[in-house]
């Protein structure tokens, strides 16, 4: 069965540092989602794509982060400057319908120190 | 309450038994979607209803909406052991496609 795959699994930075995260959605998927979860707390929505720009976003996704699918398969999340409060478990997903099932990575845990 | 809010926040049970989870929600949505996370892991969708439908069944899982009440509810039958992971609830409400989450019921089944 299709999957949506994250790398890496877990990344530490040092605060100031831009991070990319990497997403490869279900290849047929029209739509695509960055979701966060800081420890302990909700998941919250930040951002969707869809054919090649972004749809929606939350306030959580200010100026520090782009999102970016530079080729067919990739979708790659950027934190420019990445702030202690930044550490969290970054989800992306994928989806074939606006508004229908999102199919959800395993993960990226972002550690900030 | 918030957006997608679960109760209980916690349930623990017996193999066997039956858990509900509710969830409530503010705003009109286009529909309703239950998702399981084990701890730590990924979430693996279980089930959407939409906004039109009132009761929908996968397998040993119930779901209900009322959207008079903006509320679901979530049914897992003979839970096993394997079911042990926290539910959350996602809505968007109607005209955008922010999905929000709620804190999830931490459901525990004991062997």
């Known amino acids: 069965e299709p999957e949506v795959t994250q790398t890496p699994s877990h990344q530490v930075t040092q605060m100031g540092q831009e991070v990319i995260l990497r997403c490869v959605p279900i290849s047929n998927h029209l739509y695509f989602y960055w979701y966060r979860q800081i420890l302990g707390q909700k998941v919250e929505f930040l951002v969707s794509?869809?054919?090649?720009?972004?749809?929606?976003k939350s306030e959580i996704f200010d100026d520090q982060f782009s999102v970016e699918r530079p080729d067919g398969s990739n979708f790659t999340l950027k934190i420019r400057s990445t702030k202690l409060e930044d550490s969290a478990m970054y989800f992306c997903?994928?989806?074939?319908?606006?508004?229908?099932?999102?199919?959800f990575g395993p993960g990226t845990r972002l550690l900030v120190l | 309450s918030q957006q997608g809010e679960e109760d209980p926040q916690a349930l623990s049970i017996q193999e066997g038994e039956n858990a509900t989870m509710n969830c409530s929600y503010k705003?009109?949505?286009?529909?309703l979607q239950w998702y399981r996370q084990n701890s730590g892991r990924g979430l693996v969708h279980l089930i959407l209803?939409?906004?039109?439908?009132r009761e929908k069944h996968s397998g040993r899982l119930r779901v209900t909406l009322d959207t008079s009440k903006k509320s679901s509810s979530l049914l897992i039958t003979a839970s096993r052991a394997a079911d042990t992971a926290s539910y959350f609830c996602?809505?968007?409400?109607?005209?955008?496609?922010?999905?929000?989450f709620g804190t999830g019921t931490r459901l525990k089944v004991l062997a």
């Open positions: 705003t009109s949505i286009n529909n």
């Open positions: 794509f869809y054919n090649n720009e972004i749809s929606e």
């Open positions: 996602a809505t968007a409400p109607s005209g955008t496609y922010k999905y929000i």
């Open positions: 209803i939409r906004s039109n439908e």
């Open positions: 997903a994928s989806g074939l319908v606006r508004s229908e099932t999102q199919y």
